[in-house]
């Protein structure tokens, strides 16, 4: 049986204040079975509002229009924020770079913070109004980033409350409490060209010498998300697959028994997040989560606009299995931002 990825109506969860309400248990279970089996699921009624994510991919259109020169003014490889043109990242190893180009937004702190800035914690890059005006570029992204940390907030306790059987004494308010304050929260507004170049692309060509992409060509390699959760938000065209790994069917040969990798299309509507579970989660969890690999494929045959929000939680805080005999513990305990810090030095090139 091939993998389903369920599609969980998140409003009885958001419209009733009674915590023993059947129907909080109900969306609970079913997000359990999800993040135990694939690691993947899709909510709807999620409460963001089709104006905010509208604006937001409008906002990534209109600045991923402007001339490559003109982009390249944003690109900052030590904040690693703002612009990263087409090549700057190779999501698996050992393969060619990734077909997209980005603009990254951190979390604007509370309180400005002052140099020298820790990882994580450079102040976000916004092109010149003059460029792009605040009410196209930076107002939505803000505006979108604060509505879906409320929903990615709400997400990690329906997921902590899933744990709560599995690790008794689990002190899941406590635990929210600390993750989710200040929490590091990015939005990456991507877009995988599409087949043909644009006039722009004729005469800049990405790092490893093309711009475009094929139907059926990968335009960001198979990996695991690094940290807690992802709520990826899709523009209608499809492209993400998500890798099921099937049991051995029985023929045995001579390298034993066969398993054969599938890769699963994810529907792509815009009204729907596709939440998925990262490594620093699945290990909290000692497994019980899953992180699960996926790629981007040129499916539709054409560009395609996506926005993956990682929701990684306060860079201070201790990473401490749940399960506090786990034996795979080496007995070094990892913070949030060096979780990140170590993936982040693998992917960029
Ligand atoms: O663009 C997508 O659909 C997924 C992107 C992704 O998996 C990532 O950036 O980690
Ligand atoms: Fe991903």
Redesign the pocket.
């Known amino acids: 049986m091939a993998i389903t990825i369920p599609t969980i109506d998140l409003s009885p969860y958001l419209t009733t204040s009674d915590s023993n309400d059947p129907q909080k248990a109900t969306i609970i279970a079913a997000i359990r079975e999800a993040c135990t089996t694939t690691g993947f699921f899709r909510i709807t009624h999620h409460g963001i509002a089709p104006l905010l994510q509208s604006d937001l991919l409008a906002a990534a259109k209109h600045f991923f229009a402007l001339p490559l020169e003109i982009k390249r003014r944003y690109i900052d490889t030590t904040a690693r924020k703002g612009y990263e043109e087409i090549g700057s990242q190779m999501?698996e190893q050992g393969t060619r770079p990734d077909l997209?180009e980005c603009y990254f937004v951190g979390a604007e702190p509370a309180e400005p913070k002052e140099p020298p800035y820790q990882p994580f914690e450079y102040p976000n890059i916004w092109p010149d109004a003059s460029v792009l005006p605040e009410a196209v570029f930076k107002e939505p992204i803000l505006k979108y980033h604060e509505a879906t940390c409320k929903l990615a907030q709400t997400i990690m306790q329906i997921l902590v409350k899933g744990l709560e059987d599995d690790f008794p004494g689990l002190e899941s308010e406590k635990l929210l409490q600390d993750f989710c304050q200040e929490p590091c929260a990015s939005l990456?507004l991507?877009r995988?060209p599409g087949p043909s170049p644009s006039w722009e692309d004729s005469i800049e060509k990405g790092k490893d010498g093309t711009m475009c992409a094929q139907r059926g060509e990968v335009v960001?390699g198979a990996?695991t998300?690094f940290g807690g959760i992802?709520l990826?938000l899709?523009d209608g065209n499809e492209?993400?697959q998500v890798l099921y790994r099937q049991e051995g069917n029985g023929i045995q040969g001579i390298e034993g028994e066969q398993e054969e990798e599938v890769w699963v299309d994810?529907p792509s509507t815009p009204d729907a997040y596709?939440v998925n579970i990262g490594d620093m989660f699945e290990r909290w969890t000692g497994g019980r989560y899953r992180s699960t690999v996926?790629?981007?494929v040129n499916v539709c045959g054409q560009e395609?606009y996506?926005v993956?929000f990682?929701y990684d939680g306060n860079l201070d805080f201790m990473v401490r299995p749940l399960d506090k005999a786990d034996p795979s513990e080496d007995g070094h305990e990892w913070t949030v931002r060096e979780y990140l810090m170590k993936k982040f030095e693998e992917i960029y090139i």
Do not use: C, M, N, W
């Open positions: 999501l997209k990456r991507l995988y960001a990996h998300d992802t990826l899709q492209g993400l994810v596709v996926h790629r981007v395609r996506s993956p990682f």
